[in-house]
Each structure stands twice: as C-alpha cells, then as structure tokens.
C-alpha cells in the first residue's frame, strides 16, 4: 500500500440495501477493517426491505446512519439519497454482499486526493478472490456496458491502473459536489447501467475516471439480481441502455447508433419469442378452405394468437415503449449533457474498447450487427479495439447492472 503524501479527506460510504439482511454482517464487519486515517462516514440506504435488515443495523452497527425508504426505490435513487445525505467531500458506494480489502479506501480515494481523477473504480474478485468481477469497464457502441476481465481466473493480468469507461457503481468513489452537479445516477434507470451512463457522462464534461487496481473488493457477484424475475431485470437492461446512448452520444452519432441499436434489440426479442416465420408468411399457400363458413374462418384468423408468450420477450417490447414514451423527458436530459459537453466523441470513443462484442452467440447476430454497422458508417468511428498494455482485448462480460448486483 502506497501513502498518499496528500492529506486524504472525509469519505461517505453508502450502501443501498433490499432485503439483503443475510450480507449485511460480513460487508459492514469488513468495513470495520479498513485502515483509513481520514474520517469515514457509513450510510446505508434501506429500499423498504421486509426482512429485518433495518432492525439488525440498528442493532448490530448503531453508528451507522439509516436512511429508511418505504419501499424499493432502486439502485439508482437509494445511492443518490445516499450522496445527498453525506456531508464529506468525497462519496464511496458499495454494494451490500461486498466485502473489502483493509486499503481499498486508501488506494480508492489516493488518486482523487492527488489530482489524478474525480471518479474511481475497484478491482472486483469475486468472494474468494480467485476470479475477477470487474477490472475495468468497456461498452459496445449500442449501450451494452461490458466487465472487463469477467470471470478470469489470471487476476495478476489486471493489475495496471488506466482510465476507464465508467467505474462500477458496486465499489467506487467520486468527488460529491461533480456527482451531485452531474445529476448522479440517472434516476430514471431505477438499476442496471446506471454507472456505466454516469461513466460516459462523465468524460463528456471533460472528467477523467480511473480503474485503480490497487483498491480490491470482494462480490457476491448477481447476489440480489438472482432473487429477481428475469423479465423484470430484462426490462432495464434492454430500456435502459438506449437511455445511455440517446443521452450521451453527439448529435451525428445518436443519430447512426440508435437505429441500429433498436434494430439489433429487435433481433434480440425475436429469439426470446422463439417465432416461426413461416407461420406469418404468405408464401406457404396455406389457404382458406372454402365454404360457407369461409368468411368466419378469414375474420377468425385475425383473432389467432399464440399461448405461452415469454414475459422476457415481452420485457423486450415493453423497453422500446418506454424509451419512445419518455423521448421528451430524455431529450431533456441529452439537452443538458450536450450543452456542456467537453470532449468530442472521438475522444472517447476508443474507450468502449469492445465496440463490437456481439449480445448474442448466433453467427447471423454478428453478422446483423456488422452489417447496421457498415451501413451507418459505425465502423468508421471505432479504433481497432485493443485491451489493456496495447493487448487483445481481455476476457470478459456484459455488466450486471452494471452495478455488479
């Protein structure tokens, strides 16, 4: 662990929580570890939960501040409430199935003390520490954020410190007064990819986030998602990146990636709803039969539909309405982020680093997306992607919230 010979400052840790009472003994027993010369503050954001948690911190941790929600606000809103509640110059959030390393204060806020950036993001192992969660954030050009590194058991490759897309809002700091100036997370996406839009927010208006490997964590990696219905958190991942890239690209690449985004989502839907085209083509001749009954069967036949319909595949539709539903209030949003932006696009583009990785494994997907992406000029925007120290790019995953719920 290196000293900063800058005096560090106060830290807010915030830890938004949903009946997450079974994590709470271990994550905040490790942050009673941390070795920290400044003054740490705790606050945990409780979204309504029915399980006791409340009760236990009161109990268990009195020093910490409660703020008690009455019912689940979401990730996004419990970490804003959090950051608005701290008074110190520099807020932390973590989720609740973490556990910390003692100097992953020290490392995390240091390069924020030294001047160096204004946002940082930890190294995320998972619990035992032999894979990586999280080494980094990389996006592909429709919004997808990517974790870098995910699931690699060579942790020691992961081991420089750069700058990054977005920090995972699981394990990172940022100065208070830029979070809430910048509008924090966007409450809007109630959870997933949050931080990845507050990541590319953020370096539009000229502030530079850093990947501090440095400052290790340890995950229960999709502890509270895996308690979720699937169609519910398919909602948000589907919606909410279309947020991001509305909100955040300039005014001539919103208008080349966001098609091809809905397209490729389109795409996506299909293979949930496991449709046979053949059933909707006309080309099969199959025919009326005729009879006097002929025009009941023609009016019938408009009336047919299919049982079973997978709620993942209809989360997929219910996205796309809400983002045409909400265009103005975003319009609104992207207005702000554009007005004061500090940094082209071509700056920041080659941070995405995975531009191009693929949402779903059927060869013709990849080809679909190469194709959008040729036709709007995509390619042309995009570097060769290239990982970290100038290598390929590195294992990873498509973000988890990202979050790392």
């Not at 009946?19 to 009673?32: A, M, T, W, Y």
């Not at 970490?79 to 100097?103: E, H, L, Y």
């Not at 409450?187 to 590319?200: I, M, N, T």
Request: aromatic share 10%; proline share 6%; charged share 25%.
């Amino acid at each position: 662990m290196v000293i900063s010979k800058v005096k560090l400052p106060d830290v807010s840790i915030v830890i938004p929580n949903w009946n997450g009472l079974h994590h709470l003994e271990p994550c905040f027993e490790s942050l009673n570890t941390l070795a920290y010369p400044g003054h740490i503050d705790l606050i945990l954001v409780d979204n309504g939960s029915r399980d006791g948690s409340v009760e236990f911190m009161r109990r268990r941790f009195p020093r910490v501040r409660v703020v008690q929600n009455p019912m689940n606000m979401g990730f996004a809103s419990a970490c804003n409430q959090g950051a608005d509640a701290a008074r110190t110059p520099i807020v932390a959030f973590m989720n609740n199935d973490m556990r910390v390393d003692p100097g992953w204060l020290i490392e995390l806020v240091r390069p924020i003390a030294d001047g160096k950036a204004r946002c940082t993001g930890s190294l995320i192992l998972n619990w035992d520490g032999t894979e990586v969660n999280y080494a980094g954030g990389a996006m592909n050009f429709h919004g997808i954020g990517v974790q870098v590194g995910m699931n690699d058991v060579d942790v020691g490759k992961y081991k420089a410190a750069q700058p990054t897309l977005f920090a995972c809002g699981g394990a990172m700091a940022i100065d208070r007064e830029l979070f809430l100036h910048c509008g924090g997370f966007d409450d809007d996406f109630f959870a997933y990819y949050e931080d990845v839009d507050l990541g590319w927010r953020l370096w539009v208006l000229g502030e530079t986030v850093q990947y501090v490997p440095s400052s290790v964590i340890y995950h229960h990696h999709s502890a509270t998602s895996r308690r979720v219905d699937v169609h519910r958190i398919r909602l948000l991942q589907i919606r909410n990146p279309l947020f991001s890239i509305f909100k955040n690209y300039d005014d001539d690449n919103v208008l080349r990636a966001l098609p091809a985004a809905l397209l490729l989502t389109m795409r996506r839907t299909k293979y949930l709803l496991n449709v046979e085209e053949s059933e909707f083509s006309l080309t099969q001749n199959r025919g009326l039969k005729k009879g006097p009954f002929g025009g009941l069967r023609v009016r019938a036949a408009g009336k047919l539909s299919r049982g079973n319909v997978p709620l993942a595949g209809i989360a997929d539709v219910l996205a796309i309405n809400e983002f045409s539903a909400q265009i103005s209030k975003f319009a609104a949003k992207r207005k702000w982020i554009q007005d004061r932006r500090k940094r082209s696009d071509k700056e920041i583009l080659t941070l995405f680093k995975e531009p191009f990785w693929p949402a779903e494994r059927p060869e013709e997907y990849s080809t679909l997306q190469s194709d959008l992406a040729d036709f709007f000029g995509l390619k042309d925007l995009f570097p060769e992607p290239r990982g970290q120290g100038g290598a390929k790019v590195p294992p990873s995953g498509p973000a988890s919230g990202m979050g790392a719920r």
